[in-house]
């Protein structure tokens, strides 16, 4: 809900949307609210401009359509065309001083992508994160051999000191939910998926996760760089818990997205950086989980393979928007994640920064 700045005449406006996206065709109502004096007697004026633009076409008001303003506290506009459109509610009290308040709306096209719904307050809690802290220990001082740290272990020299990476963490996530955990390097965020991908036991508190989990944390871990690429397939499908009739029967697929048909005999250490990282991505997306966790991965490979692997990504959450989603991206990629200062705090139901 936006409110209208202005203070002075005792009296303010709000404004309400039931919707923020829309698709093209569709209507959103907005509801303006008089805080501080009797509405009676109020009139009202909607205006709305694509992209903030003022030139023919890309702007229009009830004024045009009624010559005036309104009574009616409420305006349903039907948007035709996808855009970013911002609009105005003008305000005017007995005595005709106006005040405006603001409000965006997005409208998305037939083929455009839209954010998934938030889930709904009684949906299932997929993950459950209570107390969470992770404390690792590290050596004061530099041990060559074991025999050097046996040594110093029976004179009482080895010293080590603790390194907090998360700090009581707690939080909830349901059934349908996009959620994001956003930080400065070092902030815990790799740490905190790890937590949650059972690849780490919390120091302190408990994670529960319900469902079956695809970790994208990092790519290729696993794979024997002295195998072939096909070789390097079945190994690792077989650490993600896939079966060998599984990949029997989605090899090709997971050949093709890769877009690597013609290296598949080849040894992976031949490999670049960026093939390895093609071929993992392809394997751990080949499966539609309950729990999808990202953590930085489609920033990996040429562009084409990056604008690939976002484009699956966006096809999961079109696909199963009933399931569950975990995404740690770049912040050029997903706008809805906002950049924070250090300490952990809740932006809002789908966000976290560390």
Not at 54 to 74: A, K, L, P, V, Y
Not at 284 to 302: C, M, Q, R
Request: a negative charge; charged letters at 20%.
């Amino acid at each position: 809900m936006s409110e209208s700045p202005n203070k002075e005449l005792g009296w303010s406006v709000q404004v309400s949307l039931d919707t923020h996206e829309i698709r093209a065709g569709e209507t959103v109502t907005a509801t303006p609210k008089i805080i501080g004096a009797d509405p009676e007697g109020f009139r009202f004026n909607y205006v709305w401009s694509l992209y903030d633009r003022w030139d023919e076409g890309f702007w229009d008001t009830t004024e045009h359509q009624f010559g005036g303003s309104i009574t009616d506290t409420s305006w349903t506009f039907t948007f035709t065309e996808p855009g970013r459109y911002h609009l105005y509610i003008d305000a005017f009290d007995s005595l005709n001083n106006p005040q405006t308040v603001t409000a965006w709306v997005v409208v998305a096209g037939d083929n455009d992508f839209m954010r998934p719904p938030l889930p709904s307050e009684d949906a299932e809690t997929v993950v459950a994160v209570n107390g969470v802290s992770e404390i690792f220990n590290i050596a004061s001082e530099q041990f060559n051999s074991l025999k050097e740290y046996f040594i110093a272990f029976v004179r009482g020299e080895v010293a080590f000191k603790e390194f907090k990476a998360l700090d009581d963490i707690s939080f909830e996530v349901k059934r349908g939910e996009a959620f994001g955990l956003v930080g400065t390097n070092g902030s815990g965020k790799s740490t905190m998926l790890k937590i949650i991908a059972g690849v780490l036991e919390p120091s302190k508190g408990t994670c529960e996760v319900k469902g079956t989990i695809a970790p994208l944390i990092e790519l290729g871990a696993g794979f024997d760089m002295e195998l072939t690429a096909k070789e390097n397939i079945y190994l690792n499908g077989a650490l993600l818990g896939y079966k060998k009739e599984f990949i029997d029967s989605h090899f090709d697929q997971i050949v093709e997205f890769a877009e690597l048909e013609g290296f598949m005999d080849m040894p992976l250490k031949n490999y670049s950086s960026g093939m390895v990282a093609r071929i993992a991505f392809a394997i751990a997306t080949v499966t539609e989980p309950d729990l999808l966790i990202v953590d930085e991965t489609l920033s990996v490979g040429d562009f084409l393979f990056q604008q690939s692997a976002r484009i699956a990504s966006k096809s999961w959450l079109l696909q199963i928007m009933l399931r569950f989603f975990w995404f740690l991206t770049p912040l050029t990629w997903s706008n809805a994640f906002v950049t924070a200062p250090f300490g952990l705090r809740k932006v809002n139901s789908a966000c976290l920064v560390l």
